[in-house]
């Protein structure tokens, strides 16, 4: 898999003197800064410790299977041009050296609801998904809200199942719905229920 991050720090150097010192126990396989700069701070082929506690479908230990990529943002604003334009083609490169699928490239808050909130609401998913780098579902007419049903689909995406339903909500509106507040709605039902029929955490293929 690979997780897309959020620094939350003041800016790409204050992130790389965190995401460096062996004190702060946190670090991640790249950096992508404002300005469009890449830096690589631990092999592809070595464990960093971006992921924390979580999981996505049946991998419960994320940070022994993904790559992680801080992207340099405080999560309130836009994110920089320079850096996503800097970030497809990387991302692009390390899905193929690894044979990762758009639909294994997650937010942290997907694998962590209520735990983290990044990259959040401003992060620009369909861009990604446009260049095959990421997923986003094509749903259709909205099921009267139903959370049983909500959290059957969720899970089946690879929410956790035994999460807290209203932190799952939160987590995937700040990825497909990030204009959305409140109760769950049937748009909420809608585009779960096709990234479960489309994108289920176990098809084949895709590992767990």
């Known amino acids: 898999m690979v997780v897309l991050h959020y620094t939350a720090m003041l800016d790409a150097a204050a992130a790389l003197d965190r995401l460096c010192d062996p004190a702060a126990q946190v670090s991640a396989h790249y950096l992508v800064a404002r300005d469009g700069q890449v830096f690589q701070m631990v092999p592809e082929e070595a464990r960093a410790w971006h992921a924390g506690t979580g999981c996505w479908g049946a991998v419960a230990d994320v940070n022994s299977r993904s790559i992680g990529i801080e992207l340099d943002n405080d ?3 836009p994110f920089a041009a320079p850096l996503m334009d800097a970030l497809e083609p990387l991302l692009a490169d390390v899905m193929a ?21 990044d990259p959040g609401r401003r992060f620009d998913w369909q861009r990604l998904a446009r260049r095959g780098l990421a997923i986003w579902p094509d749903a259709g007419v909205g099921a009267a809200p139903d959370a049983v049903r909500f959290r059957q689909a969720a899970t089946r995406f690879g929410y956790g199942s035994d999460w807290d339903t209203d932190a799952v909500l939160e987590a995937f509106r700040q990825r497909f719905r990030p204009s959305a507040h409140g109760p769950l709605q049937g748009a909420d039902m809608a585009l779960m229920a096709a990234l479960a029929a489309r994108f289920p955490v176990d098809r084949p293929g895709v590992g767990s």
């Not at 294994?104 to 983290?116: E, F, L, Q, T, Y």
Request: proline share 8%.
């Open 75 to 77: 999560g309130i604003t």
């Open 97 to 117: 050296r690894h044979g990762v699928r758009p639909e294994r490239v997650i937010a942290h808050s997907d694998m962590a609801p209520g735990r983290k909130c």
